[in-house]
Antibody, heavy 117, light 110 residues
Framework: QVKLLQSGAALVKPGDSVKMSCKAS????????IHWVKQSHGKSLEWIGY????????NYNEKFKSKATLTVDKSSSTAYMEFSRLTSEDSAIYYC??????????WGQGVMVTVSS | DIVLTQSPALAVSLGQRATISCRASQSVSISRYNLMHWYQQKPGQQPKLLIYRASNLASGIPARFSGSGSGTDFTLTINPVQADDIATYYCQQSRESPDTFGAGTKLELK
């Protein structure tokens, strides 16, 4: 079955970067777009952007364009998101989600990122 | 960006009908496609897709969930509400980039 397994929680210092992963299994990785979504504590969801694993093409929410970088490694069926110049506002849970004929039909379990000195 | 407005909370009794609304700041429909989707999220879990394109039930979702609407006004209905349905429900539009989500409606027991 389709699974998206995300990397573990991260504790990072302000100004640092964090790179998180989303390993896909149960389907052909290059057939479906991977999205990334932010959920701040107790709050709603924000779409960060997506990457097409086949072409490497990306589309970002303007709000996160200078903050997030999306990449993939086709050989390991893994998508990555790097978040840079972290501040306390970036403390949140980050999800990867697969889109296809349906929107965000499959989600990873989320990565909790805490930014603290 | 398209803003989606949801009521913060809704209190219902078990076995009753729950109607959760979502209003968009502009139309999210293209031709016959209504690009509004609904998710359920329980504490400590990732969101789960319930309804896509306004009225299509996602795979594995019980038939007591249904969706309707077009243009700017959409509704998620749960009938009858069961204890397992206590969660927060989010609407999401994919009509225009960036995709946006509502603030969520917390379904509570009366």
């Amino acid at each position: 079955q389709v699974k998206l397994l995300q990397s573990g929680a991260a504790l990072v210092k302000p100004g640092d970067s964090v790179k998180m992963s989303c390993k896909a299994s149960g389907y052909t990785f290059t057939d479906y777009i991977i999205h990334w979504v932010k959920q701040s504590h107790g709050k709603s969801l924000e779409w960060i952007g997506y990457i097409n694993p086949y072409s490497g093409g990306t589309n970002y929410n303007e709000k996160f364009k200078s903050k997030a970088t999306l990449t993939v490694d086709k050989s390991s069926s893994t998508a990555y998101m790097e978040f840079s110049r972290l501040t306390s506002e970036d403390s949140a849970i980050y999800y990867c989600a697969r889109a296809g004929l349906t929107p965000f039909g499959y989600w990873g379990q989320g990565v909790m990122v805490t930014v603290s000195s | 960006d398209i803003v989606l407005t949801q009521s913060p909370a809704l209190a219902v009794s078990l076995g009753q009908r729950a109607t959760i609304s979502c209003r968009a700041s502009q139309s999210v429909s293209i031709s016959r496609y209504n690009l509004m989707h609904w998710y359920q999220q329980k504490p400590g879990q990732q969101p789960k897709l319930l309804i896509y394109r306004a009225s299509n039930l996602a795979s594995g979702i019980p038939a007591r969930f249904s969706g309707s609407g077009s243009g700017t006004d959409f509704t998620l209905t749960i009938n009858p509400v069961q204890a397992d349905d206590i969660a927060t429900y989010y609407c999401q539009q994919s009509r225009e980039s960036p995709d946006t989500f509502g603030a969520g409606t917390k379904l509570e027991l009366k």
